[in-house]
DNA sequence: ATGGCCTTTATCAAAGGA
């Protein structure tokens, strides 16, 4: 089964990047976030047509999760239980057995800001409702856009981003207080080149120069772990015309 | 040198992203 996360900063722009994607690595299941539209507005016609069907939960302007499966999913949840957020940013549902969690983790703006604040009780809640749904789902895989470079190799520059949002102490912190739930970072499973990311400003030519930094991830239930046989980043939607700042990551299990 | 780029909208300026 192949799993793929992708933000893809705004579905709208970026839908024939995201049609032409599946077509080229035909993923099980895709995962998408910051996809910025309403549901009224969520084209489901040329994703259907593309062979997949989506569960999507969507906002104007800000946030947004879908997930696109050559299956339908089953039980589908909008938002972490217990926790008031009108923001969209979570969507579940479950595929031949296996629990897909698709989350766009608040971005945090700056540590020092009340966005930090609330990106930290998100986490909080998230890993919570991640106990109750481990004990319900053994199989289960979180993905998406978690906006947290979890160790020094995940940043193109360490020194630099010491303390800042994305790579400050309590948000890799709470990346590790997931992983004690029982999650293994599958890309972490294999062997990469050194300076690997997912995520490169616009600005600064930070594609070109390889300044980046792996805030998008594919953590795996022990369960799932232990078949998996692949994770890769593929860096080739970030060539495109208008590309989206993240990149797909996306990984292979037998399970 | 704290900008740079991209997307969106109550647009032609500002907010948010990371």
């Given at each position: 089964m192949r799993v793929a996360t992708w933000n893809v900063n705004s579905l709208k722009v970026r839908l024939p990047q995201v049609l032409n994607w599946l077509a080229i690595n035909q993923p099980d299941v895709l995962c998408l976030q910051e996809t910025k539209v309403q549901d009224e507005n969520f084209p489901v016609a040329e994703i259907i047509d593309a062979g997949y069907q989506p569960v999507y939960s969507g906002q104007k302007t800000y946030n947004g999760v879908a997930?696109?499966?050559?299956?339908?999913?089953?039980?589908?949840?909008?938002?972490?239980p217990d926790f008031v957020d009108p923001q969209k940013r979570v969507l579940a549902a479950t595929y031949g057995g296996v629990r897909v969690v698709c989350i766009y983790v608040p971005n945090g703006q700056s540590v020092e800001s009340e966005k930090f604040q609330y990106k930290m009780e998100w986490l909080a809640a998230l890993n919570k409702w991640l106990q109750a749904e481990?004990?319900?789902?053994?199989?289960?895989?979180?993905?998406?856009?978690?906006?947290?470079?979890?160790?020094?190799?995940?940043?193109?520059?360490?020194?630099?981003?010491?303390?800042?949002?994305?790579?400050?102490?309590?948000?890799?912190?709470?990346?590790?207080?997931?992983?004690?739930?029982?999650?293994?970072?599958?890309?972490?499973?294999?062997?990469?080149?050194?300076?690997?990311?997912?995520?490169w400003d616009y600005r600064m030519l930070g594609f070109r120069r390889n300044l980046g930094m792996r805030i998008d991830h594919i953590l795996l239930s022990n369960e799932l772990s232990n078949s998996c046989i692949g994770c890769v980043i593929d860096k080739e939607?970030?060539?495109?015309?208008?590309p989206s700042d993240h990149t797909p990551v996306m990984v292979n299990f037998t399970a």
């Open positions: 997930i696109l499966g050559k299956k339908t999913g089953s039980n589908p949840v909008v938002a972490i481990l004990i319900q789902y053994p199989k289960l895989v979180l993905l998406g856009d978690f906006n947290i470079a979890p160790e020094e190799r995940d940043v193109h520059d360490p020194e630099l981003w010491e303390g800042k949002v994305l790579f400050s102490d309590p948000e890799r912190e709470a990346f590790m207080t997931l992983l004690k739930l029982g999650l293994v970072d599958s890309f972490r499973l294999f062997d990469h080149p050194d300076k690997s990311y997912t995520w939607p970030r060539k495109n015309e208008r």
